[in-house]
């Protein structure tokens, strides 16, 4: 019985597998043209036009401190971005319309690009004003399919910051909740899935169009459909594993031959890594949707073949600049240069659980990791003094419902705090000062900040320690860009990085770096950043293939838990510089590297 079902799954397969080989370049065409025309074009636009809307408005972010400031004081910029949102979401709306009219023009052999355009007119104009928050929930809710069935690189992008994942997965109740929302999220997603289809396809408004989605979409379409995509991404991944195990055993004995000899079949090889790896994803994506919309009476594949030589040239102009591209990142990538090493950072003082945050016996034992900096964190007291600590309240690891605005510093610097096993006294930032003098280590200091602090927080902070700031060549970040403008104001000559839990702009602000959570960090806001001789701190960075990925993207200083890994996995990264690990780490580490 099992070995029928996976038989007819096969054959299944197989039988989209054959469209695939009739039409392979034209498929090609078609994603690799919207690949690069969102790449090049579509993504630096909005990027672009987001940073102008908050520079015209002489407003460097956007974040929960200052959202109902723009709504009620600058009111134009708001709707502003909210008009650039709804065009965004009518072009990802544009973009699977020309992926699924293209996959069923090039399918049933009878492309054109006249007919094409033509039908995506016509979807634009079946979409009301009315459906775009539905579209916007219906595009959330398909994200978990965007890079296996909806491949397109602007839905990708949507993702939640791994900050907020790990703050969430920390406590159980939102762990659950969480759970709870990703399994409600897929289920809907699976039974609205042919919303998209049933609106390009058959012309049907969103609403109704998602009716009839969760009309086709019973038990028996959810299994068929899982198993089908669970054998086909598994297929997927075999051919790519023995490919690129191949490419790299190859590599191995080629780093034997001369370096300059090895260094151009190096390039060679990675580029045909990227080329496979960009064929597979198309074709998963190709099989991947006929599978999904062969439900649907108005799809049907036709085995006759029609010969469409302009869109064949077309395909092999475009593999041809996706090549030249890509050949010419590889150079950069695999030659001979000097990659900075990333600062090393301490996250709250701590690695590898070895004490309590922010506390100084954590710091001492830290320190002998040989840290570039310990981060740590600042809150003003009930007396208007400064106490190290990263909480807003004391409940977590003091038990007591208390903040530090609630206490003066004499009374705080008398609680025991627990965490992972240790017990350290809360220490003034005077204490902490002195303890890291001792041992001769550099400081990056965040300055929290709550509704309660003192109106001149900012003059007490700077007129106390300012000049020892300088002087020791300590830095300052806050995720408050008040403090940023405040200090700079203030005492321009304090190194203020500004805090962004997540990137959607270019960098324009008064900061003097910045420090960005990794998940939402890439390489463009860093090498526009760079431009500006504004380094780019990377938080917070656990994982050796995340480290690693940090260091080839080029940031400045990777903030982490695990000082240890960190420090192991940048001697690993100077250490392996040959040819064939390069290659290596672009599979494992820079999957979704591209030429774009």
Partial sequence: MEDRFLKNIFQEINRYANNFRKYWLQYIALFIGIDLFTQVLIIPLFRYLTT??????VIPFISYQNIITIISTHTLMFLCLILELIVLLLVIYGEFSLILLGIREISQGRFS?????????????????????????????IVPFADLVYRTPLLAKVQIPEFILDFMTRNIWLASGLIIFYLLAFI??????????????QRKKTFLAMKESWNLTSRKYWWKLLSRLLVLGL????????????????????????????????????????????????????????????????????????????????????????????????????KEIDMQRPLTISHRGVSDKNGVQNTIPALKKTAKLHPDYVEIDLHETKDKQFVVMHDENLKQLAGINKTPKDLTLKQLTRITLRED??????????????????????????????????????????????KLIIKRKYQVQSLDYRVIEGLHQINPKLFVLYIQPYNFTYPQ????????EYSTLNNDFIWQAQLQNKPVYAWTVNAPNM??????????????????????????????QSYANKLLNFILILPNESAS
């Fill in 52 to 57: 102008a809307i908050l520079k015209a408005s």
């Fill in 235 to 334: 297929s997927a991944s075999i051919i790519l594993l023995i490919f690129n195990l191949l490419i790299y055993l190859c590599q191995l004995g080629l780093d034997r031959l001369p370096r300059n000899v090895s260094f151009i079949f190096a390039v060679f090889n990675l580029l045909l890594v990227q080329l496979v790896s960009e064929l597979v994803a198309i074709w998963i994506s190709i099989i991947s949707l006929l599978i999904v919309v062969a439900p649907l009476k108005s799809f049907k594949l036709q085995s006759k073949v029609k010969k469409t030589i302009k869109l064949k040239v077309l395909a092999l102009c475009l593999m041809l600049v996706f090549a030249l591209a890509a050949g010419a990142n590889n150079v950069l990538y695999l």
């Fill in 113 to 141: 690009f006249r007919v094409l355009f033509k039908e995506l007119w016509q979807s634009y104009r079946s979409v009301r004003i009315g459906s775009v928050l539905l579209l916007a929930v219906y595009f959330l809710l």
């Fill in 188 to 201: 809907l997603g699976i039974r609205l899935i042919l919303t998209l289809p049933i609106m390009i396809y």
């Fill in 509 to 516: 602000s008064l900061a003097n770096g910045y420090s960005m």
């Fill in 421 to 466: 096993g240790h017990r350290a006294k809360i220490a003034s930032f005077d204490q902490y000062l002195k303890a890291a003098a001792k041992i001769k280590q550099k400081l990056l200091i965040e300055v929290k900040t709550t509704p309660n602090d003192s109106t001149k927080m900012l003059q007490n902070f700077n007129k106390k320690y300012g």
């Fill in 547 to 576: 480290m690693m990925k940090m260091m080839y993207d080029n940031v400045n200083g990777i903030i982490t838990d695990q000082l240890a890994e960190l420090n192991e996995t940048i001697k690993d990264f100077e250490d392996n």
